[in-house]
């Protein structure tokens, strides 16, 4: 697939059918996804792939601050890839001090890349997902039994495509932009 169709193409996918997705398939997914640039080169994203049933059916219960929607789009997934990143690493210098003044938001911004990065990928195999942004962490974290050393940055259900959704429309490229 050409690069610029795949950034135009690929939609958020919140219906799926029952059909699994392979180890295989999600292997070669984070294998591309992990070329996405991070801070310094620190390469702190990590990916957890739940499969189980009842774990999912936790996240979708406990997890998502009673957004029925999310927990709908859960449950309906093959799979949820819950992006962690390595904590206090991203924007973090090694005596422990920030040397951008961003602080520890790099950590969220390298995860933002990754997510972008594998759904992307993602879309390039066949495979649907939406990066969700209702959730409990700390529940998350919890359930999946996270170290205290990762913190979880986003959730993303994937799946084979039950839908097709119609590209949302764009603003002008004017309010994109501007030249100084």
């Known amino acids: 697939m050409e690069l610029t169709e795949g950034i135009k193409g690929r939609r958020s996918i919140r219906k799926f059918t029952d059909e699994a997705i392979s180890h ?3 292997e070669k997914i ?3 996804a992990r070329f996405a640039p991070t801070w310094k080169n620190t390469q702190t ?3 957890v792939v739940v499969e189980d049933k009842a774990v999912l059916g936790k996240i979708a219960e406990e997890a ?3 957004f029925e929607h999310n927990k709908d789009i859960i449950l309906g997934a093959a799979a949820l890839v819950v992006i962690t990143s390595i904590a206090k690493r991203s924007g973090y210098e090694r005596d422990g001090s ?3 003044s961003k602080g520890n938001e790099w950590q969220m911004f390298d995860a933002g890349a990754a997510a972008e990065a594998f759904c992307l990928s993602a879309y390039n195999e066949g495979v649907g997902s939406v990066i969700l942004g209702i959730f409990d962490d700390a529940k998350v974290a919890e359930i999946i039994g996270l170290g205290e050393d990762r913190v979880v940055s986003c959730l993303i259900p994937v799946g ?3 839908e097709s959704p119609n590209p949302v429309p764009r603003k002008d490229i004017a309010d994109y932009i501007t030249f100084i």
């Open 24 to 26: 295989e398939t999600l």
């Open 30 to 32: 984070v294998d591309t």
């Open 98 to 100: 920030f040397s951008t």
């Open 64 to 66: 998502v601050l009673g």
């Open 160 to 162: 084979i495509p039950a």
């Open 45 to 47: 994203p990590r990916y």
